[in-house]
């Protein structure tokens, strides 16, 4: 399986510049990473690719109208009693 | 939280953003736009739905944000049900956070959220897991990244609702 994560130092090597810089990065918002303690994070592979091929286009929000109600817990033995053990194919 | 109809638009939109930033492929073509649907009630829903590679195109993780807001004083909204899903065919594994059904679950656990933690393909020995509340659909794509990155936990140390 590839590597799902880089490290802020595997980051600042692709990226030729400093961890520091790549930390600035992070705190800055500009390139996400998830905190694992306090200067240590985890850069997701996906995300490193989505930044270096540029920023994001933020999309606009179109409204429609429904008639039904959402069902989030479909599929869960909700109002049953006690759920039996959850037996998927 | 409680955000207006304005705010709301563009906390979807910040969200969609953000998903797509850590890079989440969201099922929308380039421009097209997100969709929040306004329930007869007046609760407004949306779904951001995508997926993660896995190695191999046909098993890719799937990514799923979706909250309804229901209507809170003047042209006003606040969170009422949410689902954040992670779903993993490579590595069988699904983790997922939920608050619906709240009268159900507090009569029955005393809480109004729960997650699941478990092998889609055997049994999961326990359907109902705590944790607190998820605060928003920001802190709701860190878990799910975070679960995608890391090796699978041990859903067995979750506490389990079940026995409480």
Known sequence: ?89 | MRLTSVALDDYVADLAALAERYGITLGLTDGEPLTVEIEATGSRRFTILGTLPAGRQSSNAIVEVAETWRPAGTDGYERSIYRYELLEPQRDFRRAFHRHDDDYFARRYGVVVHEHCEAPGGVAPCAHLFDPPVRDGYRAIELLMSAWVADPPDCALLPCLETV
């Open chain 1, 1 to 89: 399986m590839p590597k799902r994560f880089l490290t802020t130092t595997e980051v600042a090597k692709e990226l030729r510049v400093s961890t520091d810089t790549v930390l600035r990065l992070i705190r800055s918002g500009s390139l996400p990473a998830l905190r694992v303690s306090e200067r240590l994070y985890r850069v997701p592979a996906p995300a490193f690719a989505r930044f270096k091929s540029g920023p994001v286009a933020r999309r606009r929000v179109v409204h429609t109208e429904v008639r039904d109600t959402a069902d989030y817990g479909e599929g869960e033995e909700v109002g049953r009693g006690v759920p039996e053990p959850l037996a998927r194919a």
